[in-house]
């Protein structure tokens, strides 16, 4: 895919030297860019996902690349609505409506994001940690425990329905800017105003990006970096001002009186002073001349830190709404956007509560170390939503519906579900005493749970499972399982041995590790044009599972060949002709060509020396 990397290259190049994008509709006539677009999402548990037509990865080909390609040559592709769902808000009742493109839409979708990011990515501000590349909630929470020392009030911000509510035409106008390309804009246009399907009717879209799709992200945060920019020129230039604050007269007066009582001898009274000094800033905290605002957005939840008077940080608050409302026709949630004392409350951003510590530990010269620095906390409220999910009455209970699972699955589950709330807030700084508790009902759940299934007491499932471990941390108490699979690495899961300590360079890595070169072998594999089961060359596409695990079908000893070379390979695709991919389907494939006889392994030689069908692109239908 070297040559679809050196288009984007050249796109990043363009958008670092802020030069205008010419022609670019004409690069989505590239397939090696489809390629790459699929190499990224084909893994996506939404690939598998049907939107409002029976289309998904399964049986993605060169030909419906070419078919998607030949219909955008002549601009006669049209974008089919997306399917609505509803699903439910973490820490609320209230649901978010979630759009399910068709898979031609989301590939053509992911082939634009890439251009889009790499010219729009070099251009972002600093400040902006959402949908980014090596970015996210912890960079953005890193930047406002570091740099946010002597906040006096924050200014959280939140935009009602934003993915909802972008303007088409402000969004296209901003676009327009520096895509200099009418097809790509209308493209664009017509994805926009797409609609969506609920209850078998079609609705139109009259502002919004489609949620859930996959270039709504990028979208968005082009729309949104016109609000960094007025932050950054306008109310960051005019609110920071002055390099230091003036010192406090009346710390200096206490200061002055303590060294001449000392001086004449009386030295309790001198301390009695001192103590008194501190208890006062040195500095003056309402000097006129001296004024810090700081930002950080990410998504539609930005947050400001203000040192100042309330009365300005009201001001701030107005015209960022007025800002929003006028320029960028979105709305400001009233109840979602406080100014909130830093020192006396906490205020909320990704999920955590974000304040300022007054604290007594001091440095090696005796001053204040922690004073005024921002610190992040674990909010009390989600600690107790996450605790009621394993409790009735008031008290830790097993889970009837987990019963039913193998011991392996039901300490992973419980195991995977702790640590991902002990990971998010590794960089609270209570993170041991909010999150001990509910280590210990989840725990105490996880025993009881382990104790209804086999009948015995909770006492039995320690004697049963519990084994201490050595870690670089000291030896850990846990709960293990082990499955052997005779002759093969058991599988072992653990409760425990996560240690509750604060991590101030933690970075929570959303994406795959990329640990071996899986996207591009499974393309040579599909370029290869080579069925994997009869050696066919005749419709190539490929066949795609969600899971291994699907493999397995309960109560069949006698697997399909098609399933055996998928599980020996532990791989969830496998290259196929359309004949096979159809009797893989229809259950009927045998692990015969269509001549009756016997698949070998290996290639028929008729059927290799065929020449490659690049021309059925009429057969394939266009899908979006």
Not at 298 to 318: N, Q, T, V
Not at 422 to 438: I, M, P
Not at 450 to 468: C, P, W
């Amino acid at each position: 895919m070297r040559e679809a990397e050196t288009i984007l290259n050249i796109i990043r190049e363009r958008g670092r030297r802020g030069l205008p994008l010419e022609r670019v509709y004409r690069l989505l006539f590239n397939p090696k860019l489809y390629l790459k677009a699929y190499g990224k999402i084909y893994r996506n548990d939404g690939a598998m996902t049907p939107g409002s037509t029976g289309e998904i990865v399964d049986g993605m080909s060169l030909a419906k690349i070419e078919a998607i390609i030949a219909a955008l040559r002549h601009e006669r592709y049209r974008w089919k609505p997306a399917r609505r769902v509803y699903i439910e808000k973490p820490r609320s009742k209230k649901k978010r409506p979630l759009g399910l493109p068709t898979w031609s839409d989301k590939l053509l979708q992911e082939t634009i994001r890439l251009i889009l990011e790499a010219y729009y990515e070099p251009r972002f501000s600093g400040r902006s940690h959402g949908f980014r590349p090596g970015r996210g909630c912890h960079t953005a929470l890193t930047e406002v425990q570091r740099t946010w020392k002597g906040t006096a009030w924050f200014i959280e911000g939140d935009i009602s329905d934003c993915f909802g509510s972008l303007d088409h035409e402000v969004l296209l106008s901003i676009l327009s800017e520096k895509i200099h390309d009418g097809r790509f804009l209308r493209l664009i246009e017509n994805l926009l105003k797409a609609g969506y399907l609920e209850e078998w009717r079609c609705h139109r879209a009259l502002s919004g990006s489609p949620q859930g799709g996959i270039v709504s992200p990028i979208l968005s945060n082009i729309y949104l970096d016109r609000l960094d920019e007025f932050v950054e020129e306008t109310l960051l230039t005019h609110h920071n001002r002055g390099t230091k604050r003036r010192h406090n007269p009346e710390y200096a007066s206490v200061q002055g009186r303590a060294r001449g009582l000392a001086k004449a001898g009386k030295k309790e009274e001198a301390e009695d002073l001192r103590k008194r000094m501190k208890a006062l800033p040195s500095n003056d905290p309402h000097d006129p001349g001296y004024r810090r605002l700081r930002y950080v957005r990410y998504a539609d939840d930005f947050l400001l830190g203000f040192s100042g008077p309330r009365k300005e940080a009201e001001g701030i608050k107005r015209r960022l709404k007025e800002f929003l409302r006028d320029r960028l026709k979105l709305e400001l949630s009233d109840e979602k956007t406080l100014v909130t004392h830093a020192r006396s409350e906490a205020a909320r951003f990704l999920g955590y509560e974000v304040t300022v510590i007054r604290g007594g530990r001091r440095d090696r010269r005796g001053r204040r170390s922690v004073n005024g620095v921002v610190g992040l906390k674990v909010p009390a409220d989600v600690v107790r939503a996450k605790c009621a999910a394993y409790m009735r009455n008031g008290k830790p209970v097993h889970l009837t519906e987990r019963t039913s699972d193998s011991a392996y699955s039901i300490v992973a589950r419980y195991q995977q579900e702790y640590r991902g709330i002990a990971e998010y807030y590794r960089l609270a700084y209570d993170l041991s005493t909010r999150l001990d508790r509910l280590r210990w009902i989840m725990e105490t759940s996880l025993t009881k749970t382990l104790a209804h299934k086999f009948k015995i007491s909770v006492s039995e499932v320690y004697d049963r499972y519990q084994t201490t471990v050595r870690t670089d941390r000291g030896p850990y108490k846990v709960l293990r399982v082990e499955v052997n699979r005779g002759g093969k690495r058991p599988l072992v899961a653990q409760w425990g041995g996560i240690p509750l300590r604060r991590q101030r360079n933690v970075i929570l890595n959303d994406q795959p590790p990329n640990v071996w070169n899986a996207r591009t072998e499974l393309l040579e594999r599909l370029l290869a044009e080579t069925c994997e089961l009869c050696g066919s060359r005749d419709n190539v596409q490929a066949h795609h599972v969600r899971s291994l695990k699907d493999l397995k079908r309960k109560g069949r000893a006698d697997k399909p060949e098609w399933v055996k070379t998928m599980a020996a390979r532990r791989r969830k695709t496998l290259v196929v002709c359309q004949r096979c991919h159809s009797a893989i389907h229809a259950g009927k494939y045998t692990g015969r060509d269509m001549s009756g006889k016997k698949d070998t392994g290996e290639p028929d030689e008729a059927k290799v020396s065929r020449p490659v069908r690049r021309g059925a692109v009429g057969k394939v239908p266009v899908t979006g």
